[in-house]
């Protein structure tokens, strides 16, 4: 395998600590190794003035699956005039809020990211999900199961029941090839079968009378019961309502019952995804206001937590989420076209248009919610900036909300030009804050902290000798930084350089090679289980609409995989 | 205003797509380099000047440029498709997406349209003389947002599902229609001088619609309001005034419940 040595560039890694210094990075066999290890026919790379970092990990976007794919089924028009081809080598990139897979990977490689998380998989559907992650080319991807409303984990865990909540998840993950355990909306996408919802922690779950607060709590111990690389990934309860902040802060603190257990060096018990949406203060959309700055001193001061942001972009998207009865209450808000689907014992899901509009008082209100989000967080390693792709806006925007948080003039412009400039002023707090993410925040927000996040800090997120050799070099030059937004956007939407495993994928913001993506998932051994063996069976003969044979995730679905095994056989 | 010509020289094998021939993409082009814009056949990239020969030259800017095309376009899409300003007249018929999207300008195509023409048209002058087919000034498939604005006249007969989702503008018939005229229409005036088939204002929510001849069979959801005389597209009259779709949610304005309007020619 070819040999690098990238010389002159500026290193931003919070995982050695390194704030830009000059520092020459060495690749060989596709891991970064220290530069004396590299021939004297590696290929040279000058990298003066430029920066350099890690690839970027994408802890929560909605890009391959059922859900992603029905959004563009009925979504025609997101495709509108998308039809030609690039020069080079790329395919058709189709699709601006539901982009195809080649378009997927090809645009997350462009920005410098080499790696995806599929933020909800529903198991019975797991095959479709793999399908289109093995299509996605350039990043490695991997995909959360949803467990927050499946009949087995109510059943369990309305007893208490631990272990075999524990030895349930170990199978669903080995049967879809699963990296962790999902949540969205606990209790209330069950609920919604019955016409309800869950709107607090304590509403009932009808038949299965249990809570969203019993839920999470026992998936959190089961999950460190397993020691998973991440932590619960949770979408909360009563998303995108005014007033809902106080539900935030009451599922956060659950957090607190629970202490971290694994072996891959992560702190938190519990990710708080696309927190945006959970921050909002007022009793109805009339007087919705900002309450990021009341969540955000409970999260900094809970080093148990970490969270993304879920940032508003302000442009035309597709909301999609396994949170049935929101997508729901947002069609009648919107009058748009409304997509509805149920997952038999596992999951729901729902899909709306909506366009997030800066004339519209309320979408100019949760763009400043998102920012605020992360220039509140004191722990750039708790903090990663998402924006829930495609609910808040698309992942291709994330140099935008980049530059809106590292150029305070930029951001300043944006929210004085807004229609109701005086209105979103009076109810965020944004205007006071005159905070700029520097690069090496943006690292940790983007790389160093996401990988904690995942369990994955050994080999990604850093640009330690040993480490995996994904590597974006960018046109910035943190001698001479960039004076406006659109500066800092230019050149995060497109790297000059971004290294896959040791291989140039994209150069000039052109991709030229398609890479070796991985698929990742979590192989969990635990003790044999006969309750939960039964249990199986007894759904797959009673209520699934396919065998048990016909559910797993058979191999050539996914040809490369990075399988991370552990042993949680308890004594 | 300056005019640039252009000749079928080459009849495409598949279709062409030229969205770039509208007045905007050639301002302030020569012939020569009008020659060199980029157009699709099939996953083919190709040029104009494959397909046409081109003489005159372009106005220094959209408004300033006359665009006349001669010869069978009949295999050719999105003519004129988004132009702002400007003339272009199209001696023959066309394929689907003529005029789509236009802001601004006048289009005036001497035979007759496919379907899919006029989507989303936001302004401008579009005229057809001679028959347009389905979903002309509709949205565009899966999108709620049809025409918003401009003038589009058809001189001959429309097909189906015209103007569904129309949001503003006027468009005028002067043949007749088939069914689903005005589906899910919030908005805008719809004037068919002939015949209207079936399902004429389903969905209907608000805006206009007259129609000069006779509706095979009326929507269940229209109730006659009362007897008003108009002036509509020149033509003085009494119409029966309809309000519906009763069936449909119908937003409220200064307390009063805005209903979309049917118009019959007595």
């Known amino acids: 395998m070819s040999e690098y040595i990238i010389k002159n560039g500026h290193v931003f890694d919070p995982v050695q600590k390194i704030k830009g210094d000059k520092k020459d990075i060495a690749i060989k066999d596709g891991k970064i190794v220290e530069a004396s290890e590299v021939s004297s026919s590696a290929k040279s790379i000058n990298a003066k003035g430029k920066t350099i970092m890690a690839g970027a990990m994408e802890i929560h976007a909605h890009v391959a699956g059922p859900k992603v794919n029905a959004g563009r089924w009925f979504r025609p028009e997101d495709k509108i005039f998308d039809s030609h081809k690039k020069p080079g080598m790329t395919r058709i990139e189709g699709g601006k809020s539901i982009p195809t897979v080649f378009k997927t990977g090809y645009e997350y490689a462009r920005m410098g990211y080499t790696f995806a998380m599929e933020a909800a998989m529903p198991p019975l559907y797991a095959r479709h999900v793999h399908e289109e992650i093995h299509d996605t080319p350039i990043i490695d991807e991997a995909a959360l199961p949803v467990f927050g409303n499946n009949w087995f984990i109510l059943e369990y865990l309305k007893n208490r029941e631990i272990e075999n909540t524990a030895a349930y998840i170990a199978w669903i993950l080995n049967q879809t090839k699963g990296y962790g355990v999902k949540i969205v909306n606990p209790g209330g996408t069950e609920a919604w079968a019955w016409g309800l919802n869950c709107l607090t922690i304590n509403d009932p779950v009808p038949y299965f009378e249990i809570t969203p607060a019993e839920i999470v709590t026992g998936l959190m111990e089961a999950n460190e019961y397993l020691g998973l690389p991440h932590s619960v990934h949770i979408h909360q309860n009563d998303l995108g309502n005014p007033g809902n902040y106080k539900v935030t802060l009451d599922t956060l603190r659950l957090a607190e019952k629970v202490k971290p257990k694994n072996d891959f060096g992560r702190d938190q018990v519990m990710h708080s995804t696309h927190l945006q949406f959970h921050a909002y203060g007022g009793e109805s959309f009339a007087n919705i206001e900002s309450k990021a700055k009341e969540v955000m001193d409970y999260v900094n001061s809970n080093e148990a937590i970490t969270f993304d942001t879920g940032n508003v972009t302000l442009d035309e998207t597709t909301t999609m989420t396994a949170d049935g009865p929101f997508e729901h209450h947002l069609c009648s808000l919107n009058h748009l076209k409304w997509f509805n689907v149920d997952v038999e014992l596992e999951t729901a899901a729902g899909i709306v248009p909506y366009v997030y509009s800066p004339n519209v008082s309320v979408n100019a209100i949760q763009w400043a919610i998102g920012l605020e989000l992360a220039l509140y967080a004191k722990d750039p390693m708790r903090c990663f900036i998402t924006t829930d792709h495609p609910n808040a806006g698309p992942f291709t925007r994330y140099p935008r909300v980049m530059s809106w948080l590292m150029c305070a003039k930029t951001r300043n412009e944006r929210l004085n030009t807004f229609k109701n400039a005086d209105k979103i002023i009076d109810r965020t707090t944004l205007a006071e804050i005159d905070r700029e993410i520097s690069l090496y925040e943006l690292a940790a927000m983007t790389r160093a902290g996401p990988a904690k996040s995942l369990g994955l800090s050994k080999d990604f997120g850093g640009l330690k000798p040993g480490m995996n050799a994904d590597i974006a070099i960018y046109n910035i030059n943190p001698e001479k930084l960039p004076t406006k937004g659109e500066d800092y956007e230019k050149a995060f939407s497109n790297v000059a350089y971004l290294f896959k495993d040791g291989k140039i994928c994209v150069k000039d913001g052109t991709v030229v090679d398609n890479g070796q993506k991985k698929t990742f998932w979590v192989d969990v051994k635990v003790n044999p289980n006969k309750q939960v063996r039964h249990d199986v069976v007894e759904k797959f003969l009673k209520y699934y609409s396919v065998n048990e044979g016909n559910y797993s995730v058979p191999d050539d679905y996914a040809p490369h995989q990075h399988i991370i095994s552990l042993d949680a056989t308890h004594a | ?266």
Request: net charge negative.
């Open chain 2, 1 to 266: 205003m300056k005019t640039v010509t252009l000749t079928v020289k080459k009849e495409p094998e598949l279709y062409l797509e030229c969205e770039t021939l509208t007045p905007d993409a050639f301002a302030g082009k020569k012939a020569d380099e009008i020659a060199k814009i980029p157009a699709y056949q099939g996953r083919e990239d190709t040029t104009l000047g494959e397909y046409f020969s081109i003489a005159g030259q372009a106005g220094a800017s959209a408004a300033e440029t006359q665009i006349i095309i001669n010869g069978d376009c009949s295999k050719m899409k999105y003519i004129g498709a988004k132009m702002s300003a400007g003339e272009m007249i199209v001696n023959s018929d066309t394929d689907m997406y003529t005029g789509g999207w236009m802001t601004g300008g006048k289009l005036v195509v001497k035979g007759n349209v496919h379907s899919f023409c006029g989507l989303g048209m936001e302004g401008g002058e579009f005229i057809i003389e001679g028959d347009a087919g389905n979903y002309l000034a509709a949205s565009y498939r899966g999108d709620w947002r049809g025409m918003q604005g401009g003038v589009l006249r058809v001189k001959g007969n429309a097909g189906s599902d015209i103007c569904t989702f129309m949001n503003g503008g006027e468009v005028i018939i002067e043949g007749n229609v088939d069914i689903h005229i005005g589906t899910h229409m919030e908005g805008g005036k719809i004037v068919v001088k002939g015949n209207a088939n079936r399902r004429v204002g389903g969905q209907l929510v608000k805006g206009e619609i007259y129609v000069f001849g006779n509706i095979n069979v009326m929507m269940p959801g229209f109730k006659h309001n009362r007897d008003v005389e108009l002036e509509v597209d020149g033509t003085k009259a009494v119409f029966a005034e309809y309000l519906g779709d009763l069936g449909e949610r119908h937003p409220k304005r200064k307390g009063e419940t805005v209903y979309g309007k049917l118009y019959l020619k007595k």
